[in-house]
């Protein structure tokens, strides 16, 4: 071989291992590759105007303030990747240090920071996809009720269903074909809660871009759960751990990420919430109204009681009284006109009427008395308008006028009146009527 054809094979040996170094290069950085962040609250939150609340470092009380029973945002950056390969990741958190709880179990990643934007200042492709979380049992047999439908949720990607069979070239599992069983798959708990333990699943999804972000919440321990002193709040240091343990692939590249960790510090933790619930409030609008002032009166109320009582009977007993007839006799009664004697001076006259008999009662008349002046004779007549048995009366002065014959002229006078009187009576009872006994 002469000089010229070695110096042709050393340019030839150049250009391969020239060619074998730019592979490499090229092999090199299209390596897939995941970085794990965690959202800071304070101030702002890690929305979509806010992607540097992403952080990559740890959470402090000079970033961040979550309450026992919240949720703490996670996303897993994935880059690098080859559409239509399927990839897996390891996730891990510490859920209790010393027998208090941290993070006891994952939730999704807005359920506390509802604007939180996972694909914030990242290139996201679509499709979003969700994938549930399931109840741990290592929580709920403990008597903690967990947040009920939660779930992971993924940016350019999709999560296959169990029973799924992949092609394996890479690094996803040992063989040339992996079967998913379950995705996430079943929980590991590493440790025990009576001291430090972690809890870690395996989530399973498909490459739609070569950029996929992978989100979640995880749910900060509280006392309302675990009990005074067994919560969050009550351990010191930094012992909000969460991680991606392992990254594989199912391509020939092989996908390694290490370990991806994030801690928070408890100072970022604050007392738990109390939430008081009120029932709903009703508003209801009147409608303008005018007002009148009333005077304001008394009113008094009469309660007017009325008695009922039972009908009263009352018998009245007429009682008659039979008299027996009375018969009043009365006795005779006799009646005597004495005779009255006048005496005259110088002479004597008498007059004698007969006693009279009768058995009726007598009346006496009203006697009218005519006085006669100068003393002259009087005669007196009962009156003939009275009924009267009576006799009549005569008055004769003490004297009388001379006569010459003393004694005569009285007689005479005397005779001739008694004459006089007696003719007269029967006409003074014709004239009175009808005599009774």
Known sequence: MNHQAGR???????????????????????KSAVSLDQCANLGSTCDTANPSQ??????????????????????????????GEMYSATIQWDTTKQGKHAIDYLTGVARTETTADPCSGVTCVAPVSTLAVPLDSEVSGRGVTQVPGQAFRIDGGTFPAPGASIANTGNLCGASTCTVTANPSAYSLTGAYT??????????FYAVGTTVVLSWGGHVASQADWGAGSSASSIAGSPYHMRVLDFACSSVANCSAGNEDRSMSSSAVLPPVTTTTLPPTTTTTIPDSTTTTVVETTTTTVVETTTTLPPTTTTVVETTTTLPPTTTTLPPTTTTVLGT?????GSTTSTSVAPTTSTSTTVAPAVTTTTV????????????????DDDFFSLFPDSLPSTGMPGFGFGLVGAFL????????????????PTRD
């Open 8 to 30: 042709r094979l050393a340019a030839l040996f150049l250009l391969l291992v020239a060619a074998f170094a730019v592979n490499d290069q090229l092999l090199v950085s299209a």
């Open 54 to 83: 992403w952080q990559n470092g740890n959470l402090g009380s000079s970033n961040s303030h979550y309450s026992e029973g919240e949720s703490v945002p996670y996303r897993a950056k994935f880059t690098d990747l080859s559409p």
């Open 195 to 204: 001291g430090d333990s972690s809890t870690s699943t395996t989530v399973y």
């Open 341 to 345: 004697t006048t005496t005259v001076a």
């Open 373 to 388: 002046p100068g003393g002259d004779l009087q005669v007196i007549f009962p009156p003939t308008t009275v009924p009267s």
């Open 418 to 433: 008694l004459l006089l009187g007696v003719a007269a009576l029967p006409a003074a009872r014709r004239r009175r009527g």
